[in-house]
């Protein structure tokens, strides 16, 4: 089975940059989309496609995908971008969604 | 705008089937390419895909939930429901259900229910 490896968790100062990243084997040939889940809600689709932005989600919010490494980066960090934040492929050989291991951001 | 209510009980025996219903309001399930979602989270841990429908009935499962898992969709009522046998404390999480939407090749979850929570204890 397909595996998405994120760092447990990342701490950013606000207005600095967070880079939020997603381990798999030759991911960069899938298309990743993340989701921000805020405490006690339902998760938020913010990038798709590796690097698509969905209407109203900020400018801050980046994604790259290349090799075995896909990124979320947060740009210009506020505080209402502490959350988790999970990446998501779709496995092709076994024809299922995979989400990854989850990262939980802190704004210091 | 499109959305979507996940219902059914809260709490459910070991050994029993778990059964959710997703209520999607403002567009019709039936119109367009969308598949349906479930998704679950127990407690404290990550997001656990469950497995989707597609409007013509066609399933995609999780291959750990697979034997346990069926997800169907009544166009009639706009909804699609999930039912899970053989329920285990482990089945305990908060149940999402969701659209699956996409811009190109690969479909993504653009719309996502509040979230049920369902507890497994007798």
């Known amino acids: 089975s397909y595996v998405l490896t994120q760092p447990p968790s990342v701490s950013v100062a606000p207005g600095q940059t967070a880079r939020i990243t997603c381990g798999g084997n030759?991911?960069?040939?899938?298309?990743v989309h993340w989701y921000q889940q805020r405490p006690g809600q339902a998760p938020v689709l913010v990038v798709n496609?590796?690097?698509d932005r969905p209407s109203g989600i900020p400018e801050r919010f980046s994604g790259s995908n290349s090799d075995n490494t896909a990124t979320l980066t947060i740009s210009r960090v506020e505080a209402e971008d502490e959350a988790d934040y999970y990446c998501?492929?779709?496995?092709?050989?076994?024809?299922?969604?995979?989400f990854g291991t989850g990262t939980k951001v802190t704004v210091l | 705008q499109v959305q979507l209510q996940e219902s059914g009980p809260g709490l459910v025996k070991p050994s029993q089937t778990l059964s959710l219903t997703c209520t999607v309001s403002?567009?019709?399930?039936?119109?367009?390419?969308?598949?349906w979602s479930w998704i679950r989270q127990p407690a404290g841990k990550g997001l656990e895909w469950i497995g989707r429908?597609?409007?013509?009935?066609?399933?995609n499962y999780n291959p750990s939930l697979k034997s346990r898992v069926t997800i169907s969709v009544d166009t009639s009522k706009n909804q699609f429901s999930l039912k899970l046998k053989s329920v285990t404390a482990a089945d305990t999480a908060v149940y999402y259900c969701?659209?699956?939407?996409?811009?190109?090749?690969?479909?993504?979850?653009?719309?996502w229910g509040k979230g049920t929570t369902v507890t497994v204890s007798s």
């Open positions: 998501q492929v779709w496995d092709s050989y076994s024809d299922h969604y995979v």
């Open positions: 969701a659209r699956d939407s996409r811009d190109y090749q690969y479909y993504y979850m653009d719309v």
């Open positions: 403002g567009a019709s399930i039936s119109r367009g390419s969308f598949y």
């Open positions: 030759n991911i960069g040939s899938k298309s």
């Open positions: 496609d590796d690097s």
């Open positions: 429908i597609y409007t013509s009935g066609s399933t």
